[in-house]
């Protein structure tokens, strides 16, 4: 069992005990090897069912936006910067929660593991010297823990919680270096060679919309998307509708995607989804100098003006 | 039945023979995914997969397809219904649980009143399905009266008994497809060996699921406030019944430009607010618990009442795409539990 998984119990129970708040969610194992998933707590006496592991993917931020009561979360770096935003956007209030923030050392790529193994059934899962050991029926392979995190947890710059209540365990490394690299190479590709590249991934968009419901930031009562009178969008997977939803989606989360990857985790069938919203979050940080999520004071650069602002897409004929 | 075997080093070969006659559907590697796509040579299929991505149902039901284009011209409207020129084709290397999908697919669209888009693409396609030896840790076929090797709507079932295959053949469109292919019949030791191999593999079976009276109980807890925790972590996405291969609800929708225009019809998915949004405004499944809740019903209770059918096959797609890992195996043990008495 993971050294954090007892004291996050711990500080459930406390907080469901003394009515301090009325839900926990945090994770619990999943149903299947190389998998935690989502877990409601509202009993003190369930609070054992909470683990801490290197599977805890989902983002749960995605989880408290309206919520009556007051509520604890467990959060990683990027849930909190999700938090950080939705406070700001008025989503939740700060009030309502109890953050606990948990250091996190990156999550573990099952679906990399899972194509490693061919796909394989799976039967035993276990870690031995910091190594993740896999047995399938006739098999047992070996896998370093940190080269088979998930990309944007090996990128990522605030592992630590960025606001929290109660911190789990201490303060870890923040390794990551953003330094947008690949979205540079990627700016440098020509136009053709960029157009054949987005539409080769748009293309394999089945419209789930897993990326869209897993983000925390895509909150909207009424998505676009779902809208039918006017209808704005096409409802086929021609690359002209599959497009237009995930360009509009990256423009709606201009400045406020935080990086967190939970869209990418969502997709099921492997859409580059991120290489939009990190261009956006790439050009925010240029423009305006902003990363989201980082600073609960700092205004969203796109709920208020400067006079110095940055004009240069503007011209005179 | 008739048997044949076929060594496994020699499918290529056949799957190019294949290639000559129709258009053949195998699975095939893309990135780091399986997919069924059209294979211009035998060596392009991939064969030694759990299953695909998405089920081989779009091949029948596309996701997105063309009913009939219209353009007005002069006062008149001429409309056109796009023709089905498509040849025989064969989807090999399915999965008995895709195959068995594809039997309530053709109770729906091929009833009383025959969808005629689909049933002429049906009409044309022979299955060759292929029997798992290792099922996966979200498969629970066996509990749903299938099996890893099962030959529920194959036309062929392939059984793997090490270097070669069995080949058990299950209809005259089977039989024909083998024709003139030089394939040898079975012998005994061999059927016996594919015997074992099918004990083998229904060994290797997760844990399963017990369904005996379960549409009775979901008839009863319909509506018991267990749904709402059951559902809570459910993000309202439609991986699950787009994954499926028996989910087939569809929307149809006109996309016109000017005076010309086609009307489409594209999958849908009852987990979207959309799905049953009334012009009024008013919605009747208004929470992701309604749309999982319709989800569950529709696959283990209506669908017994509309066609005498389970609405799943275990393929475990849903469970093991879910973003969130809300497994349908635990809803239904945890559905089969509810004390509606109380």
Request: include cysteine; glycine fraction near 8%.
């Amino acid at each position: 069992m993971h050294v954090l998984t007892n004291e996050i119990r711990r500080i459930a129970r406390d907080l469901l005990k003394s009515k301090e708040v009325d839900l926990v969610i945090g994770f619990e194992q999943g149903t299947m090897h190389l998998r935690s998933t989502p877990c409601f707590v509202r009993d003190a006496a369930d609070a054992d069912r909470l683990v801490w592991d290197d599977f805890c993917q989902n983002n749960l931020a995605a989880y408290v936006a309206k919520r009556e009561g007051s509520t604890a979360i467990v959060a990683k770096g990027c849930d909190t910067r999700a938090l950080v935003e939705l406070i700001k956007e008025n989503r939740i209030s700060r009030e309502q929660l109890v953050i606990i923030g948990v250091p996190c050392e990156g999550m573990v790529d099952s679906a990399r593991i899972e194509t490693e193994l061919d796909h394989g059934a799976i039967r035993e899962v276990f870690k031995e010297n910091g190594e993740l050991v896999v047995k399938g029926i006739n098999s047992e392979r070996r896998f370093n823990r940190e080269a088979f995190l998930y990309e944007s947890c090996k990128r990522c710059r605030q592992r630590n919680p960025v606001i929290y209540d109660k911190l789990v365990g201490s303060e870890v490394k923040t390794s990551g270096d953003d330094s947008f690299q690949d979205i540079e190479a990627f700016e440098d590709l020509p136009t053709e060679e960029r157009w054949t590249y987005f539409s080769k991934e748009m293309d394999k968009c089945i419209r789930c919309y897993a990326c869209r419901n897993a983000c925390p930031l895509c909150y909207c009562q009424e998505c676009f998307v779902d809208f039918s009178s006017p209808q704005w969008i096409g409802k086929s997977v021609d690359l002209s509708d599959t497009g237009l939803f995930h360009l509009m989606r990256a423009f709606h989360l201009a400045g406020r995607c935080v990086e967190c990857g939970a869209c990418e985790r969502a997709c099921p069938i492997g859409v580059d989804i991120g290489k939009l919203n990190r261009k956006l979050c790439k050009d925010v940080q240029e423009l305006f100098g902003y990363q989201a999520g980082t600073s609960l004071e700092e205004v969203a650069p796109l709920s208020t003006y400067r006079l110095d602002d940055p004009e240069n897409f503007m011209f005179e004929l | 039945m008739k048997t044949k075997t076929i060594k496994k080093k020699n499918i290529p070969g056949f799957l190019d023979r294949l290639i000559k006659e129709c258009t053949v559907y195998a699975p095939v590697k893309r990135d780091d995914n399986v997919f069924f796509d059209t294979i211009q040579s035998g060596g392009e299929a991939f064969l030694e997969y759990q299953n695909s991505k998405v089920p081989p149902k779009n091949i029948l039901l596309p996701q997105t397809e063309t009913l009939f284009q219209y353009s007005q011209k002069e006062g008149s409207v001429d409309v056109r219904v796009p023709s089905d020129d498509r040849e025989e084709q064969v989807i090999f290397g399915l999965r008995p649980c895709d195959a068995k999908g594809f039997l309530l697919l053709d109770r729906v669209f091929g009833g009383d009143r025959p969808d005629p888009y689909y049933k002429s693409r049906r009409a044309k396609t022979v299955l060759v399905s292929m029997g798992c030896t290792e099922p996966g840790c979200s498969c629970f076929c066996l509990s749903l009266g299938g099996g890893p090797v099962s030959a529920d709507g194959s036309d062929i079932l392939l059984i793997d008994i090490g270097d070669e295959y069995v080949m058990q053949v299950y209809s005259d469109k089977g039989t024909s497809l083998l024709e003139g292919k030089g394939l040898d019949d079975a012998e005994e030791d061999k059927l016996k060996i594919a015997a074992e191999s099918v004990k083998k593999a229904e060994d290797h079976m997760g844990p399963g699921l017990e369904i005996g009276g379960l549409k009775e109980r979901l008839d009863e807890v319909f509506d018991d406030p267990v749904w709402v925790s059951l559902t809570e972590k459910c993000l309202g996405c439609g991986v699950c019944t787009y994954l499926c291969p028996t989910c087939y609800c569809f929307d149809m929708c006109d996309e016109s430009f000017v005076a010309d225009g086609k009307r489409i019809r594209v999958w849908d998915s009852c987990q979207f607010p959309l799905f049953t949004l009334q012009a009024s405004g008013f919605n009747p499944r208004s929470t992701v618990k309604e749309r999982y809740r319709q989800r569950i019903m529709h696959k283990f209770s209506y669908l017994l009442d509309d066609q005498d059918m389970l609405g799943c096959v275990g393929c475990g797609r849903c469970v093991k795409e879910c973003p969130v890992n809300l497994d349908i195996r635990q809803v239904l043990t945890a559905l089969s539990k509810v004390d509606s008495r109380e």
